[in-house]
């Protein structure tokens, strides 16, 4: 396969483009009900960094997230090992300062496996709508509610598309002095059975401020994740799509959890750069979790 020019840069500069578009009519427009400003008050939660996808903060705000993925999988899988890297943008828009419209998933990856080679292409994409359901400042407590749809557009060389899906989701942020710790709930449903499995995501975040009292505060991150597969369907795949896809797999029942430890570096209270290394914790060989590096960025408004 001839290499050019990756075709996911341009989707990302046009992301950042638009995401700079918003942080000037932001500073223009601040208004007493959120709009582009957000929920006020949370500031010293961080993002959580591993399965950026379905672990969603319950944070009210506009952001521009560019993440970087390099994952791997276990050479006795079913996929024969190889690794899968994700270029990607997400966006965040607050309308109020409890409602948000977010952008998670879009993109491009370039794939290679043992069992179907190489290949490269679009991602599927997937938005929707949260909203702040409980905010209490003085408990430093929030819990968010909402729904994401993904539509089944990716390119199928990679694993993409295939199958349209919803997820609705709860995410739960408690502040404990300079300790934090971020919970979610996902549960994706094909609009088909027959295309794609039933999934529900857990997942678990927490992060320490060694230097609160500092500009650039630095938080070591723990992350654990759970992924249980509610249904299967009659196929040869024996493996789940685990975050990355929905590949309507035989895999009824299965349960699949990871692991990560990491690091945010918030440069300023608008700007985080965040890195996790993750393993998995059950066995490797029955699904695609093998090993995988999460990088991102996180700009504010």
């Given amino acids: 396969m001839a290499h050019t020019t990756p075709r996911w840069i341009p989707a990302v500069l046009a992301s950042l483009f638009c995401s700079v578009a918003v942080a000037q009519n932001a500073e223009e427009k601040k208004t007493p009900d959120g709009f582009l400003t957000g929920l006020q008050g949370f500031d010293t939660l961080h993002e959580p960094v591993g399965q950026p996808l379905y672990f969603e903060s319950p944070t009210i705000e506009t952001?521009?997230?560019?993440?970087?993925?390099?994952?791997?999988?276990?050479?006795?899988?079913?996929?024969?090992?190889g690794q899968v890297s994700i270029y990607a943008a997400q966006l965040r828009v607050a309308l109020t300062d409890r409602l948000a419209v977010i952008a998670t998933k879009d993109g491009y990856s370039e794939i290679e496996t043992g069992a179907f080679g190489r290949d490269e292409g679009w991602n599927s994409l997937a938005g929707g709508l949260k909203y702040a359901a409980l905010v209490d400042e003085k408990e430093q407590l929030l819990v968010t509610t909402g729904v994401r749809y993904e539509a089944e557009n990716g390119h199928r060389g990679t694993l993409?598309?295939?199958?349209?899906?919803?997820?609705?989701?709860?995410?739960?942020?408690?502040g404990i002095d300079d300790f934090?710790?971020?919970?979610?709930?996902?549960?994706?449903?094909?609009?088909?059975?027959?295309?794609?499995?039933?999934v529900l995501h857990w997942d678990l975040h927490f992060d320490y401020d060694l230097n609160p009292n500092s500009n650039r505060i630095v938080s070591p991150v723990a992350e654990v994740h759970g992924v249980h597969y509610l249904d299967g369907n009659p196929s040869a795949l024996t493996v789940g799509g685990l975050d990355y896809t929905n590949l309507g797999s035989a895999v009824a029942g299965e349960f699949v959890a990871w692991a990560g430890v990491g690091l945010r570096l918030e440069l300023d209270?608008?700007?985080?750069i965040g890195a996790v290394y993750e393993w998995a914790l059950t066995d490797s060989e029955d699904d695609i979790m093998n090993r995988r590096v999460?990088?991102?960025?996180i700009f504010r408004w």
């Fill in 180 to 198: 934090h710790m971020i919970g979610n709930v996902a549960w994706r449903v094909p609009t088909d059975s027959t295309d794609g499995n039933q």
């Fill in 294 to 297: 999460t990088v991102d960025m």
């Fill in 269 to 272: 209270r608008k700007t985080e």
């Fill in 63 to 81: 952001s521009f997230r560019p993440i970087y993925i390099r994952h791997t999988f276990d050479n006795q899988s079913q996929l024969a090992g």
């Fill in 160 to 174: 993409q598309g295939g199958v349209d899906e919803f997820s609705p989701f709860v995410s739960a942020a408690k």
